[in-house]
């Protein structure tokens, strides 16, 4: 059973946004921790930013700083990632992410989170 599903990925250029949906299928997904991550092709993946609980903190990659905002609406158990002022470097394959454990080591990479999604995939071209 897939619990957390992608959607809203898609080509577009640079300079453009994309807004990515993260649906859960998990009853609790208010109790969870959220985070979207990305890996490009040939490099490992990588933390992009993440959302406590309550969407009460939020806390980004340097790379999205100021580009990128995560949020959720708890009733509807969907998180988002908004993206603007993309560039080519920000194509990847996007994921999403739930965990238990603080929202502040969810960019630790070697941690374990609880579930993940399929990925969709984000190109940007020049």
């Known amino acids: 059973q897939k619990r957390l599903v992608e959607s809203g990925g898609g080509s577009v250029q640079g300079g453009g946004s994309l807004r990515l949906s993260c649906t859960a299928s998990?009853?609790?997904?208010?109790?969870?921790?959220m985070g979207w991550f990305r890996q490009a092709p040939g490099k490992e993946r990588e933390f992009v930013a993440a959302?406590?609980?309550?969407?009460?903190?939020?806390l980004y990659g340097e790379s999205v700083k100021g580009r990128f905002t995560i949020s959720r609406d708890n009733a509807k158990l969907t998180g988002y990632l908004q993206m603007n002022s993309l560039k080519p470097e920000d194509t990847a394959i996007y994921y999403c992410?739930?965990?238990?454990?603080?929202?502040?080591?969810?960019?630790?990479?070697?941690?374990?989170?609880?579930?993940w999604g399929q990925g969709t995939q984000v190109t940007v071209s020049p």
């Open positions: 992410a739930v965990a238990t454990f603080p929202v502040q080591a969810m960019s630790n990479m070697g941690r374990p989170k609880d579930y």
């Open positions: 959302i406590s609980t309550a969407g009460g903190i939020t």
């Open positions: 998990l009853s609790t997904f208010s109790s969870y921790n």
